[in-house]
């Protein structure tokens, strides 16, 4: 396994991160992995030299978080894990969903406990909601990472307009600005080479 930089810092990831499989780790919705799959998985990988491990809140209901806590709860720091917040995990609360801070503090709270962890490595906004500012956004993430809950920010499914004024806005406040992007990208899905590609090269940002 090579390792590479993760964006504009010195953290060295493994070059494949564990992602898809995380989504499937655990079946609370019907479908997906038992633990002991899961934990081949997750064995196969490390062994292969990976140290990448990407997860999310909404991931099977949180058992994915569960899941992964109790794979690199032996050696939690030599590992980069990554989580997102922004998706909904509590029915009939209107705040428990979108960018805003209260739920940015209460969704990384709750992955803090699931993960058995008292930090994350790279903390994701899962996707925009086009209602909260983007200054509550990365001044919220900016106290995070200055508290030393989260240590690097990065964003997925967002406009390329907006991932730009985010990172141009912590520039000028002296926040931390997004250093890894997520997109949907394959051989039919093209759509990133049109402004989300060359926008993370001139921000020198991962994809």
Excluded at 31 to 60: H, L, P
Excluded at 71 to 82: E, M, S, T
Excluded at 136 to 144: F, K, P, R, S, T
Excluded at 166 to 190: D, H, M
Aim: aromatic residues 12%; neutral net charge; proline residues 3%.
């Amino acid at each position: 396994m090579r390792y590479k930089l993760l964006g504009k810092s010195g953290l060295r990831v493994s070059e494949m991160a564990l992602k898809k499989g995380t989504m499937t780790f655990g079946e609370t919705w019907g479908w997906g992995a038992s633990k002991e799959e899961c934990q081949k998985i997750f064995d196969g990988y490390t062994e292969a030299g990976g140290n990448f491990i990407d997860t999310a809140n909404r991931y099977t209901e949180g058992t994915s978080e569960y899941y992964v806590g109790d794979f690199i709860a032996a050696d939690r720091d030599h590992f980069v894990l990554a989580t997102k917040y922004t998706l909904f995990d509590r029915r009939n609360d209107p705040n428990a969903s979108g960018n805003h801070r209260k739920n940015m503090i209460r969704s990384l709270e709750a992955s803090l406990k699931r993960l058995k962890t008292d930090y994350i490595d790279v903390f994701w906004v899962h996707a925009w909601d086009f209602m909260t500012p983007v200054e509550e956004v990365m001044q919220g993430l900016d106290n995070l990472v200055r508290a030393g809950k989260v240590l690097y920010v990065g964003i997925s499914d967002t406009p390329a307009w907006i991932v730009s004024q985010a990172n141009i806005l912590a520039a000028l406040r002296g926040w931390t600005p997004f250093i890894g992007l997520q997109v949907q990208y394959s051989l039919i899905e093209r759509t990133p080479e049109r402004d989300l590609l060359p926008m993370a090269r001139a921000f020198d940002m991962s994809v």
